[in-house]
């Protein structure tokens, strides 16, 4: 039985490095937690308390909602908005920015999340998460618009995402390594099971929806086409492939086992420069990603420098193993 470091006192101890830390930021991630905690708990008895299907709704990038997705959108405001740590929210599922309800005083934070990642997979019982990424509220702004959300993910204060799978995990980062804590559901306590986690620079599996192939860029169709070739072609080596649809559980492989992951930008759909959503998807993920030692690039730039432009703008995603990234940048250069 493991009956380790709670994130509770984690968290308590990360702030302790902070020099100033007024205890707002412990209690603003104890919010996020809870909010996870009941997401696990709806995403784990599904059909039992009728939250599987789809809602009748589409988000504005023209999606149709599942009805967990609004759950969890909903349990995300209501654990988050109360205490007085944010100054606001945004969220995949909201068009615009979340204002704090006047009833409640308001902090100095903002959070971005996607509550539900990978929410096509509910229905079939394979793993979902949530992502979330806080940035510091620009000083003197009390009522946060969307251009004071639009900082570069360097920025971000913490990153972290829960994995609704056969165990609950929560991964996070405050900017000094990245820590894995597994729920023990009889606790009810995220225990720190994964203390630094990192990304083998090298690997031999790869993670993409091939059904896009016809769509990519030359340097992505070349990458593909030598880790299909396997031992039989410039790679000489043969690689493995996964793609479980759901960015949460690759890039929690990625983390356990190395691996790199891509949503390259393709011509499917002219309008969208990839599928993936920059501020609640690529950039915590690219804080997570390289806090553990492998890369996040859109192929051309490093994720974390790009100055966004809008609260939903999609980007296109490479992450995981170091060598392989950089090899993927280094086709994306030559071409
Ligand atoms: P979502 O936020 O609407 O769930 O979309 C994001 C998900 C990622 O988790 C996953 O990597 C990708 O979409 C899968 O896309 P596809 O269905 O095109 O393979
Ligand atoms: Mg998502």
């Keep these: 039985m493991h009956t380790g470091e709670t994130i509770t006192q984690f968290i308590s101890k990360e702030q302790r490095r902070i020099s100033g830390a007024s205890g707002d930021f412990t209690a603003l991630l104890n919010d996020v937690?809870?909010?996870?905690?009941?997401?696990?708990?709806?995403?784990?008895?599904?059909?039992?308390?009728?939250?599987?299907?789809?809602?009748?709704?589409?988000n504005i990038q023209g999606e149709t909602q599942k009805e967990l997705d609004i759950i969890s959108n909903d349990i995300f405001l209501k654990s988050n908005e109360w205490a007085g740590h944010l100054a606001g929210m945004a969220s995949e599922e909201m068009d615009d920015v979340y204002e704090i309800p006047s009833e409640y005083p308001k902090g100095k934070y903002l959070m971005l999340f996607d509550p539900l990642d990978g929410s096509s997979n509910i229905d079939v019982n394979l793993s979902?998460?949530?992502?979330?990424s806080i940035l510091h509220c620009p000083s003197g702004v009390t009522d946060p618009k969307a251009k004071d959300f639009l900082q570069p993910g360097t920025k971000q204060v913490c990153a972290g995402f829960a994995l609704y799978g056969p165990s609950t995990m929560l991964v996070l980062t405050t900017g000094n390594g990245v820590s894995g804590f597994t729920l023990d559901q009889n606790v009810g306590e995220f225990l720190l099971t994964h203390p630094n986690m990192k990304i083998p620079?090298?690997?031999?599996?790869?993670?993409i929806n091939m059904s896009n192939q016809r769509f990519w860029e030359a340097p992505m169709q070349r990458y593909i086409d030598e880790c299909l070739a396997g031992t039989t072609g410039a790679r000489d080596k043969d690689f493995n492939m996964r793609w479980v649809?759901?960015?949460?559980?690759?890039?929690?492989?990625?983390?356990?086992?190395?691996?790199?992951?891509?949503?390259?930008?393709?011509?499917?759909d002219p309008?969208?420069?990839?599928?993936?959503?920059?501020?609640?998807?690529?950039?915590?993920?690219?804080?997570?990603?390289?806090?553990?030692?492998?890369?996040?690039?859109?192929?051309?730039?490093?994720?974390?420098?790009?100055?966004?432009?809008?609260?939903?703008?999609?980007?296109?995603?490479?992450?995981?193993s170091q060598n392989e990234v950089e090899?993927?940048?280094?086709?994306?250069?030559?071409a």
Aim: glycine share 10%; proline share 3%; hydrophobic share 40%.
């Design 128 to 132: 979902v998460g949530s992502i979330f």
């Design 327 to 334: 090899r993927v940048i280094s086709y994306h250069r030559d």
């Design 201 to 207: 620079a090298d690997t031999q599996e790869f993670a």
């Design 245 to 268: 649809a759901s960015m949460v559980a690759e890039v929690y492989r990625i983390l356990t086992r190395g691996g790199i992951f891509m949503y390259p930008a393709d011509t499917k």
């Design 33 to 58: 937690v809870t909010a996870c905690k009941y997401i696990s708990s709806a995403v784990n008895q599904g059909a039992l308390v009728g939250v599987l299907g789809t809602a009748s709704s589409e």
């Design 271 to 320: 309008s969208k420069a990839g599928k993936l959503r920059l501020m609640y998807e690529a950039n915590p993920m690219g804080f997570i990603v390289e806090q553990a030692g492998g890369l996040c690039s859109t192929g051309r730039e490093r994720i974390l420098e790009i100055q966004p432009e809008g609260l939903h703008q999609r980007i296109p995603v490479i992450l995981g």
